[in-house]
Structures are given as C-alpha cells and as structure tokens.
Nanobody, 123 residues
C-alpha cells in the first residue's frame, strides 16, 4: 500500500487549503484512513480518522474547521482545512491501516504512511 499526500503550501491566517491523499489500493479494503500532523519539536498527532464516510472522528483542535472526505472511485482522501491558524503549521501525513492474512492464520493489521506535505500558516 502506497500513500501520496499533496496540496500543502503557504497560506495566511484565516485561509483555506485542501490536502489530498492518493492511495494505491481500493479504499474499501482499508480498515481506516487518517490524517496526522507534526509541528517542529512536537510529537505527531492525530488530526482526523475516517473509518467510513459516515464514521469520522476529529481532534478537538480542528472540529468545525477541518473536514475529511473521500472519493472511492479515485481512491483519494481529502482534508479540507478552513480558518487556518498559525498553530496549524506542520507537516501533514496521511495514514492507513489494512488487515492482511498472516502466515499462520490470524489476520495482521499493517500500518502505512505517506511522505507528508508541509502546511505553513502565516500570521
């Protein structure tokens, strides 16, 4: 499974960006897809996780500003970011989990990461 994130850039406070995460497999085969971010000097943190289009959880710090959606036909997940703040500045990563059969029976969960895209919000 390969993930390719894109759409980052420089934007002013209050602006918007839409990130895309293209995945190399049918998104239906994934347990979930997620967005994480990592600011300089900080740990990577969960932004949002999409299990299905009707089952999406958001971190408190983005509720009401960020929206996750998916295009199953194109195998792409989006992160629409509105009302951006300087504290949203970070590298944003897409993440996915897929279960694959193990060699000895039980299915094993595999976690995959994209390469990250930089989002910079100026004040």
């Amino acid at each position: 499974v390969q993930l390719q994130a894109s759409g980052g850039g420089l934007v002013q406070r209050g602006g918007s960006l839409r990130l895309s995460c293209a995945v190399s497999v049918n998104t239906v085969s994934l347990n979930f897809m997620a967005w994480y971010r990592q600011a300089p000097g900080k740990q990577r943190e969960l932004v949002a996780r999409m299990i299905t289009s009707d089952d999406i959880e958001y971190a408190d710090f983005v509720k009401g500003r960020f929206t996750v959606s998916g295009d199953g036909a194109k195998n792409i997940m989006y992160l629409q970011m509105n009302n951006l703040k300087p504290e949203d500045t970070a590298v944003y990563y897409c993440n996915a989990e897929k279960s694959l059969p193990g060699d000895f029976g039980p299915w094993i969960k595999h976690n995959y990461w994209g390469q990250g895209t930089q989002v910079t919000v100026s004040s």
